[in-house]
C-alpha cells in the first residue's frame, strides 16, 4: 500500500491556482509596470547641463569639457569628469543624464573588449559608434538621455562622431553638445581650420569652454583638454574655467590690435602684436580645484 493511501494525502494539482494568489484578472499591479507612463507622472523635472565640444584637425580629435554636474538649481560636483576613456586609442564626451552616460560607456567598453578578443583586434571608431547607437536605439522612448561624440584614432586616421540615445549616428569635423554648445559653436565656427598647429587647436577648445561656462549657467568648474594621437589619448590639462576666462579677457581683440598696429609707437615703428590665443599667453594653474 502506498504511502499515501495511508496518510490520505493528495499531491497538489499544478494546474489550479494557488489558494492565496488572487483570481485571473484581480491581480494588483505595481505603477511601475508602464516605464513610460510612470517616469511623464512621477519622473523628475530636473534642468540640467554642460558643455562638451570635440574636433578633428590634421594631428588628431581635440575634445573638452566643462566639469560642472548640475541638478535643477543645485550643483553636484564641481569636478566630474565629462570625457571617458574607452581603450587607448578612442574616448568619448559625455552629455545627458550622468548615470546613463557611464552606465553605456561601461556597456561599451565590455563590448569592444569582447570583439577584440573574437576577432584579435580593436574595432574601427565607426564600428564603435554604430554599435553604441544601435543598442541604445532599443530604449528609445524610456527617458534615457545620452549625447556623445566619440573621438578616436584608427587606420584611416582621425575620426569624429556624434552618437544620441535615439539611435543617431553622424560623422563630422566639429562637434559640440550641451546647453553651452551655442556659444562654444560662436567661437569655434571663427577659429577652425583643419591645419592648424596643434598649439592653437588647444588655445580654440579652451577658449571654446571657457567662453561658454561664461554664458551658460549650467557650465563651469574646470576645462578639461584631452588629444587623441595616433599613439593614444593624452590628457592634457585642466584650466580653471574662470581664471582662464578672466586671462582671455586681458588679451587684445582683432579690432584693438588693427588699432595699434596702425598707431606708431615712439620709435616710429608699428607695434607687432599676436592674434589670437598663443602658447605663452595664458598663466593658469594645471591643479584641479
Not at 135 to 147: Q, T
Not at 149 to 178: E, N
Amino acid at each position: 500500500m502506498a504511502l499515501q493511501d495511508v496518510c490520505k494525502w493528495r499531491a497538489p494539482d499544478t494546474q489550479e491556482t494557488f489558494p492565496h494568489l488572487p483570481q485571473a484578472g484581480g491581480w494588483a499591479v505595481p505603477r511601475g509596470w508602464d516605464p513610460q507612463a510612470f517616469l511623464q507622472t512621477h519622473g523628475p523635472r530636473l534642468a540640467h547641463g554642460t558643455t562638451t565640444l570635440a574636433f578633428r584637425f590634421r594631428h588628431g580629435v581635440i575634445a573638452a569639457a566643462d566639469t560642472r554636474s548640475s541638478c535643477g538649481n543645485y550643483v553636484e560636483c564641481p569636478a566630474s569628469r565629462k570625457v571617458i576613456p574607452v581603450h587607448q586609442h578612442l574616448l568619448g564626451t559625455t552629455s545627458g543624464t550622468s548615470a546613463d552616460c557611464v552606465m553605456w560607456y561601461r556597456v561599451l567598453q565590455r563590448e569592444l573588449r569582447l570583439r577584440a578578443l573574437r576577432e584579435g583586434q580593436l574595432p574601427s571608431v565607426a564600428g564603435a559608434a554604430k554599435l553604441l547607437s544601435v543598442m541604445m536605439s532599443r530604449y528609445r522612448g524610456l527617458d534615457l538621455c545620452v549625447a556623445t561624440a566619440l573621438c578616436g584614432w584608427d587606420r584611416s586616421g582621425p575620426a569624429l562622431f556624434y552618437v544620441y540615445s535615439d539611435g543617431t549616428c553622424l560623422q563630422g569635423d566639429i562637434f559640440s553638445v550641451g546647453s553651452g554648445s551655442p556659444y562654444a559653436y560662436g567661437v569655434l565656427d571663427g577659429g577652425y581650420r583643419y591645419d592648424m598647429s596643434t598649439q592653437e587647436a588647444y588655445a580654440l577648445a579652451c577658449r571654446a569652454v571657457a567662453h561658454a561656462t561664461r554664458r551658460d549657467a549650467y557650465s563651469g568648474g574646470s576645462v578639461d583638454l584631452f588629444h587623441v594621437r595616433e599613439t593614444g589619448w593624452e590628457y592634457v590639462s585642466c584650466h580653471d574655467a574662470w581664471v582662464l576666462y578672466s586671462e582671455l579677457q586681458k588679451l587684445p581683440g582683432p579690432e584693438k590690435e588693427q588699432e595699434e598696429e596702425a598707431t606708431p609707437n615712439r620709435a616710429g615703428e608699428g607695434r607687432e602684436l599676436s592674434v589670437g590665443l598663443a602658447p605663452g599667453d595664458l598663466k593658469v594653474p594645471t591643479e584641479r580645484l
